[in-house]
């Protein structure tokens, strides 16, 4: 490596968050050290130029991956956005039936943001209507025949007539949902004219965009695609002033959907996904009761003991283990902050029940991952608001306020009439916990 190419790797290490000088030149000397092992192995054996060259393709390719997963309505997309520091993510839109996989990645520099949307083959697409009719009792048909797609709407709509007077069911919902499918795909013919349809990228700056991803997009509309929308991409530059969680695109997001219904139709999908991961964030909720949401905490972790976990045991149950990070939403209300933050046995019990879900040693192994506990109690509202005013959803204005009057004993010395007083804003995102767990996953 010339003086030039260690210079260059010496500015593009000093960009990143949280690496000191004598890191940046730790690297430098490795890389020096690996150019001088190169040179001589390809004196040595010529041979091995080619598997040389291989390798370090492999290795420029890299991309570590964060997943991130939980229940429905838990909070995960504010945790994402807080943790970039904007307000990309449409938050409540991307439901579980839905089953959307989206990824985050950084854009090459100079290049505008976007949102790439990719789809269902048309055979993915007919397989997923037909385990769709299993979930809601019906026999299956083929959606990709215009036939058999008629009649099952007629059969569809007439068994919505005589369940009218009847509780809603998840039965119901799924009916609702075959129906969209059907005008989806009517609506959308020409796509498949050719075979799967190519990758659509939409400019991010357009608000319409966003609306592809929203439950209640386009609805009665023929632009409406979200059924058949297979996985969106966010192609994004950094913020100045956040630390960049995606590590110069080094790293990439990917937000699975969440438990409910669309998991059982999701759920190879994003177990291939957890099984790439370099690290994973579980959301579990505390929705200010007295104990940790067992229903969806449980859930959430008992889905991954049961699947990702499954048959690891000693050193391979450890190893998945250290990638899950466990982070607690509900911090915000503060009967919760303070029961969880007591110290007190039941208090911890609580939160001991969830973990060893995970590994029987995680609490104890994990036990300074968060502060001063093994978890991140998170607050992301007011953490997403004072880093994008602008951007953030209209409500996490009076949420920041409010949390600065209940929590004032936990701001410190600090004016509380603007939480964007640049001192009020790093206690609100101390307080939030949400730097604290960029901090910790770049750091991993």
């Given at each position: ?166 509780a809603r069911m998840e039965r119901d919902e799924y009916l609702e949902i075959l129906l969209d499918c059907i005008d989806s795909y ?181 036990s300074g991952r968060g502060h001063n506990r093994p978890y991140f109690l998170v607050m992301a509202p007011p953490a997403l608001y ?59």
């Amino acid at each position: 490596m010339s003086k030039n190419d260690n210079d260059s790797l010496r500015t593009s290490l000093a960009e990143l968050p949280f690496i000191s000088p004598a890191q940046v030149e730790q690297w430098v000397d490795l890389q020096q050290t690996s150019d001088r092992t190169r040179d001589y192995l390809i004196r040595a054996v010529p041979q091995a130029q080619l598997s040389i060259d291989e390798a370090q393709k492999i290795l420029a390719q890299r991309t570590y991956t964060l997943v991130f997963f939980g229940g429905t309505g838990v909070g995960k997309s504010t945790l994402i956005n807080a943790l970039l520091g904007r307000n990309l993510l449409p938050t409540g839109a991307v439901t579980a039936v839905t089953g959307t996989i989206v990824y985050i990645e950084q854009a090459a520099e100079g290049e505008a943001e976007s949102l790439v949307l990719s789809y269902w083959s048309k055979d993915e697409f007919a397989e997923r209507v037909r385990r769709l009719c299993q979930l809601a009792e019906i026999d299956g048909f083929d959606i990709t025949n215009s036939g058999e797609r008629e009649q099952a709407r007629k059969d569809i709509e007439a068994l919505q007539e005589s369940r009218k007077d009847q509780a809603r069911m998840e039965r119901d919902e799924y009916l609702e949902i075959l129906l969209d499918c059907i005008d989806s795909y009517e609506n959308n013919k020409a796509l498949y004219k050719e075979g799967t349809p190519p990758p659509v990228s939409l400019m991010l700056e357009n608000e319409d965009s966003l609306k592809h991803l929203r439950e209640d997009g386009f609805k009665g509309s023929q632009q409406r695609q979200i059924r058949l929308i297979k996985s969106a991409t966010f192609r994004i530059q950094p913020r100045t002033g956040v630390p960049n969680l995606l590590m110069n695109g080094y790293l990439r997001i990917v937000d699975v959907p969440g438990l409910g219904a669309g998991m059982r139709l999701h759920e190879a999908i994003t177990l291939e996904e957890m099984k790439r991961e370099d690290a994973m964030i579980v959301l579990v909720t505390d929705a200010g009761r007295q104990r940790v949401d067992e229903l969806k905490s449980l859930a959430a972790v008992n889905w991954i003991k049961e699947n990702r976990l499954f048959g690891l045991s000693g050193g391979d149950l450890d190893e998945a283990a250290s990638k899950i990070f466990l982070a607690v939403n509900g911090a915000n209300v503060r009967q919760a902050f303070d029961r969880l933050n007591s110290g007190l046995p039941e208090a911890e019990l609580e939160v001991k029940d969830v973990t060893r879900y995970i590994a029987p040693n995680y609490w104890e192994r994990y036990s300074g991952r968060g502060h001063n506990r093994p978890y991140f109690l998170v607050m992301a509202p007011p953490a997403l608001y004072v880093q994008d005013p602008e951007h953030a959803p209209q409500e996490f204005a009076s949420e920041t306020e409010r949390i600065l009057k209940v929590f004032k004993d936990q701001l410190g010395n600090v004016a509380t009439k603007d939480p964007l007083e640049p001192e009020t804003k790093e206690a609100l995102l101390k307080l939030s916990e949400v730097p604290l767990l960029r901090e910790s996953l770049i750091h991993f």
